[in-house]
């Protein structure tokens, strides 16, 4: 049986980057462990590893979810993934959906996970919706790791500098 303890964080790149990375550093900072693509070299990660931190290793798939990122391929494959992954563990939450904008959820958020419970970010700010993930996570009882996802943010930001 897989170790299920990654938070993976699916967004659509490079539109939701910014909060994206935001978001996984804060939650490294909080000790959990983190799976996000941005920490990953140029050409990585490869949908097979994408493929198996979903279907393997995550705990939680948290979705950004916005008009810009909902569309893009890479982010629907992602979610389908989790969606099933979803159904064969019987766990309704985990697939943690945000919703970044103002994007409907009649027309525009993807079908595998327009039903779900949203944190609802439109027109709050990135504190708040920090404060929601945490909450919820601790009422999942999501565990905390002594492995440190500050490694890979120290790579994304020199990256980024």
Not at 119 to 147: C, S, V, Y
């Amino acid at each position: 049986m897989p170790n299920r303890d990654s938070i993976f964080i699916s967004h659509g790149n490079p539109e939701d980057n910014e909060f994206a990375g935001w978001l996984a550093a804060r939650l490294a900072a909080a000790g959990y462990k983190v799976w996000i693509d941005l920490w990953h070299g140029k050409g990585h990660p490869t949908w097979e590893e994408i493929e198996v931190e979903i279907r393997a290793n995550s705990k939680r798939v948290v979705a950004l979810v916005s008009k810009l990122g909902a569309v893009k391929a890479g982010f629907k494959d992602e979610v389908n993934a989790a969606s099933g992954v979803a159904r064969d563990l019987g766990d309704k939450g985990f697939i943690v959906p945000i919703r970044l904008d103002d994007i409907s959820f009649r027309t525009e958020v993807p079908i595998q996970i327009a039903r779900l419970n949203f944190i609802d970010g439109h027109l709050r700010g990135w504190d708040e919706l920090l404060a929601d993930l945490l909450e919820q996570f601790e009422k999942d009882n999501i565990p905390r790791t002594t492995i440190p996802s500050a490694a890979l943010f120290d790579t994304w930001l020199a990256r980024r500098e």
